[in-house]
């Protein structure tokens, strides 16, 4: 199969930084997105990787090891409206236009 | 406004009842999927279609079954057959480039409750 594997749940503290890491099978991978979702909403889009390196968009940047099958999303200067889950999802070749996600990490953001 | 729409937002199901979400969007994409999202799991794909008149079976497609009649639509029917249908369902569409996956754009969602 295709796993993506990513922690289930996170704390951290307002204003400060956090990593939320996943992993892939790297057989077939073609691109890394992440998206963020709050508790009963669709999720929103916030980046997509698909060469190695850091993609910075404001206070959140994203990762990616190509080799090591390996991302993380780098959210800094944290705000409480940042609690949400974050949802690592892969696309592979031939896969036709699907993405498999992961089951989502839950970020808990406390004063 | 260009979007995604699902409706309704609550859905209701009785034993032994087949119902229809639906799923709209005026984004001109080709491609519209189906997720189903329980809690603490990743979303899992139902079903999925890249163009008019043509879908494929996702991971989890027992029980359930679309049409996609027209470019901007992509109803989900959840038959009596599918004996644990309470979850949250999600549409998302997406622009088609060949082998490049383009980003995936999600409706609001459809909760799903069994009477």
């Known amino acids: 199969g295709q796993n993506i594997d990513q922690p289930t749940e996170m704390t951290a503290t307002e204003g400060a930084i956090v990593q939320i890491n996943c992993t892939y099978q790297?057989?077939?991978?073609?691109?890394l997105f992440w998206y963020q979702q709050h508790a009963g909403e669709a999720p929103t889009f916030l980046s997509y990787?698909?060469?190695?390196g850091l993609e910075e968009k404001g206070r959140f940047s994203s990762f990616l090891s190509r080799s090591k099958g390996y991302s993380y999303l780098l959210l800094k200067e944290l705000q409480m409206k940042d609690s949400a889950s974050y949802l690592c999802?892969?696309?592979?070749?031939?896969?036709?236009?699907?993405?498999?996600f992961g089951t989502g990490t839950q970020l808990k953001v406390e004063l | 406004d260009g979007g995604i729409t699902q409706s309704p937002k609550y859905l209701f199901r009785k034993e032994g009842q087949n119902v229809t979400l639906s799923c709209e969007q005026n984004?001109?994409?080709?491609?519209m999927y189906w997720y189903r999202q329980d809690p603490g799991q990743g979303l899992r794909l139902i079903y999925y279609?890249?163009?008019?008149?043509?879908?494929q079976k996702g991971d989890i497609a027992e029980g359930y079954s679309v049409s996609r009649e027209k470019k901007e639509s992509f109803p989900l029917t959840v038959t009596s057959a599918q004996k644990n249908p309470t979850a949250f369902y999600l549409c998302?569409?997406?622009?088609?480039?060949?082998?490049?996956?383009?980003?995936?754009?999600f409706g609001p969602g459809t909760r799903l409750l069994v009477l």
């Open positions: 990787n698909v060469l190695d």
């Open positions: 790297t057989s077939g991978f073609n691109g």
């Open positions: 999802a892969a696309s592979f070749t031939g896969g036709g236009n699907k993405l498999t």
């Open positions: 984004l001109n994409h080709d491609a």
């Open positions: 998302a569409s997406t622009r088609t480039s060949g082998d490049v996956q383009e980003t995936q754009y």
């Open positions: 279609s890249q163009i008019v008149n043509d879908f």
